[in-house]
């Protein structure tokens, strides 16, 4: 079956703006996960959805940053106001169940805040 | 919450074994090991998990003494494909919609030459 899908694949946008990343997790899968990586770096743990619920969003790092997850399969990022700092490649994964199970990876979503 | 430490890179030759050990001191009881691959411009992919002792697979074993506070990849007769970027995960055993927080290292660049 398909994998992890996330799209756009490429966001360009200007500072201020507001922006969505949607992802589509793997049909069944009833944890979702979002990172963001900045070049170099390993991902960064944003928040996880168990079913539609967000289960931790302690890594959300402040609140332009929200999640939706509202029928518990394709989840939204939704960033306010965007800042250049907020650039950077959005990872979606999902899992079967949840910490202890694998997850499978999108291709991310780049961002770029100009 | 469990922290990782890894070498920021090694280089290695075809058909060698590669033993990448990843430091986590204050891992937690229920916490899970779990390494991951990514190659450029593509998701993380699960290569191995485990929580104590030895555990191996068709691609990689991995080794976690007793204490649990450190835990090698060993990879067997590496080819150039598996130069990657080879992350350490530590994270929360998942029980239906516990929180927990999923911390990756901040990875180890291998270079496999021919």
């Known amino acids: 079956g398909a994998g992890v899908s996330q799209t756009p694949s490429n966001k360009v946008t200007e500072k201020g703006k507001y922006v969505e990343l949607r992802c589509d997790p793997i049909?069944?899968?009833?944890?979702l996960y979002w990172y963001r990586q900045s070049l170099g770096q390993g991902p960064e743990f944003l928040i996880y959805?168990?079913?539609?619920?967000?289960?931790?969003d302690s890594g959300l790092p402040n609140d332009r940053f929200f999640a939706v997850r509202p029928e518990g399969s394709v989840s939204t990022l939704k960033i306010q106001r965007t800042e250049r700092g907020d650039s950077a490649v959005y990872l979606c994964?999902?899992?079967?169940?949840?910490?202890?199970?694998?997850?499978?990876f999108g291709p991310g979503t780049r961002l770029t805040v100009l | 919450l469990a922290k990782t430490t890894q070498p920021i890179s090694m280089d290695s030759y075809e058909g060698q074994e590669v033993n990448i050990t990843c430091s986590h001191n204050?891992?937690?009881?229920?916490?899970?090991i779990t390494w991951y691959q990514q190659f450029p411009s593509q998701g993380p992919r699960f290569i191995i998990q485990?929580?104590?002792t030895k555990v191996t697979n068709e691609v990689a074993s991995l080794f976690i003494p007793a204490d649990r506070k450190s835990s090698t990849l060993s990879l067997p007769r590496v080819s150039l494909s598996d130069t990657a970027v080879y992350y350490c995960?530590?994270?929360?055993?998942?029980?239906?919609?516990?929180?927990?927080?999923?911390?990756f290292g901040k990875g180890t660049k291998l270079s496999v030459k021919p």
């Open positions: 204050n891992i937690a009881t229920n916490d899970y």
């Open positions: 959805f168990q079913g539609t619920g967000a289960a931790d």
């Open positions: 995960l530590v994270g929360y055993l998942g029980n239906g919609g516990s929180q927990g927080n999923l911390i």
């Open positions: 485990g929580y104590k």
């Open positions: 994964a999902s899992s079967l169940m949840g910490h202890d199970n694998e997850q499978f």
């Open positions: 049909s069944g899968h009833t944890a």
